[in-house]
């Protein structure tokens, strides 16, 4: 689960640059990740139904193999770009194509390994054992741009390796990581009473919300559709909340470079200090302040509103790497508020026999912001740099209006 997660974050954490370095526009190094966000978020579902069907082991392989397959291709490709053997364009063109099976495949993996431990787990442990894979395949979106920056390749033979390094560094882990599940996970078929559920699809600030262990552990007797009036402002928050995150954080290394004036090689490790700052805040606010407030959902919302409008709005006045850093972290604290609220919220506001069902609609929404946010956020900075993060700090201060009025008492989303 972590070098799963890893892997991909660790490239997106690299493809600004490498995007400047080849010459390619901004906005078809976005639609590299949003072709890849699309088919997970369209083959998860399908994997975690197959995986109930046919056994674990096999969906645990075939999701390693397309994630090894994916990285090793997308580091060939960049490979030849960066060496001349491919044009610019031509080399990201190969690079979207290495990138659906990632999409495609990759997504077959965490259900699967979910759906191990359920069947492994004696039923009073498995919600504790599902949240700390969960935990993994969070820690995973961070360690991936954090160690980014120190996995930049020299020449080998003559060759220029430079910073398609990352991918093919977790091709290897992938490989190895292959191996092992292979040798050390038994056969199996399908386990009465355990099953895994679609994982949303691992990015840059998108850390697990713990929608996937309900929805693997709770039945789903009752559908639920997202425009139940229960639910529906939860619904709202999520989508405004995950696309905002995802054009701010996909923008974050383009924004390094220019605002720096970096050469893209120089302005990764400014990149990961800043992703990184945003992940620590967001992980303080969920293991630290959120246990220690103990604040409702509605609440948890409105806090996370004010300190993502206002982080975002920082972000874009920043002028140097300590204010773009402290914006950054302080959107970041305010999307770990609304992330939970928004996970927690839509689960009180419907009924045991409903969790299942409400818990996957929580998860496909946190994954279908990562499918057009990215490259909304670049179409945006394209058009102006500081735009995707004043649009994104109106888009939260409007959520801030309309949770204020959905969520108060009497209002049309409080909790059952």
Known sequence: MLVIAAGNTALQSVLPALGRSLGVADTAVAAAFSVSALLWVVAAPFWANRSDRRGRRAMVLLGLAGFTASVTLCGGFLMAGINGWLTGGAAFVAFVGARMLYGGFGAAAPPAVQAIVAGSTAREDRTRMLALLGSAFGLGTIIGP???PYLLLGSVGGVEIGLAGPAFVFGAVGLVTGIAAARMLPADGPTAGAHGAAQSYPSVGGQASGAAVTAATAPAAERVGYFDRRVR???IVGLVMGHAQAMIGQTMGFLVIDRLGLPPVEA???TGIVLMVGAGAALLVQWGLIPLLDLSPARLVLAGCVLGAVGCAA??????????TMGYGLAAMGFGFLRPGFTAGASLAVGAAAQGSVAGKVTSVNGAAFILGP???VLLYEVYRP???WVAAAALALLLVYAGQA????????PA
């Open 268 to 270: 990764l490790g400014p």
């Open 146 to 148: 954090a160690v980014a």
């Open 387 to 389: 735009l995707p993060y």
């Open 315 to 324: 972000t874009a006045n920043a002028g140097s790497l300590y204010g773009i």
């Open 233 to 235: 402002g939860w619904m």
């Open 407 to 414: 969520f108060r008492p009497g209002g049309t989303s409080r």
């Open 375 to 377: 490259s909304i956020g």
